[in-house]
């Protein structure tokens, strides 16, 4: 709910209409580096689903089932969260208190809630929790996979 609230904050702010600068390969290496950066943040949850879903049924739900849920369910929760990123970072050439944010991530997510005073503040908090609870699970899963390497 909080990552709508940024986009309805920052929104406003996202430039959608400014050209990608340079030749045509430039461009194309430029969005497949964007690319194999947004794949790689995805895929780290990839060995949990072999790890959370060992207790399955294989006669109840097929691998098919399991493969579809995961793809959607990845695509639809990172494709948001990285077109998210992608508005706000569009927005550093017309935002001066952008620009001036800071050369992280954080601090431009804060200049995004600047306008809504403390519950924008708040928001920031809350942002910040979910992204460290959103890497217990691969931090878990990445353990169990260094396990599997070591076992001779």
């Known amino acids: 709910m909080v990552l709508f609230i940024l986009a309805g904050s920052a929104g406003p702010k996202f430039d959608v209409t400014t050209t990608s600068l340079g030749d045509g390969p430039t461009i194309a290496g430029n969005?497949?580096?964007f690319f194999s950066v947004c794949l790689s943040a995805a895929?780290?949850?990839a060995p949990g689903s072999a790890d959370f879903l060992v207790y399955c049924n294989p006669k109840l739900v097929s691998r098919y089932s399991v493969f579809a849920a995961t793809l959607i369910g990845l695509s639809v929760s990172f494709s948001f969260c990285?077109?998210?990123g992608v508005g706000l970072s569009s927005g550093l050439n017309n935002d001066p208190a952008w620009a001036s944010a800071g050369a992280g991530s954080g601090g431009?997510?804060?200049a995004g809630f600047d306008n809504l005073g403390t519950f924008g503040k708040?928001?920031?908090v809350?942002?910040?929790l979910g992204l460290i609870a959103n890497m217990v699970a691969p931090v878990y899963?990445?353990?169990i996979d260094f396990?599997?390497?070591g076992r001779y």
Request: net charge positive.
């Open 31 to 33: 969005r497949l580096s």
């Open 43 to 45: 895929i780290t949850y």
């Open 82 to 84: 990285f077109l998210l």
């Open 108 to 110: 431009l997510i804060v």
């Open 122 to 124: 708040f928001c920031s």
């Open 126 to 128: 809350i942002v910040a």
């Open 141 to 143: 899963s990445s353990g």
């Open 147 to 149: 396990q599997i390497l």
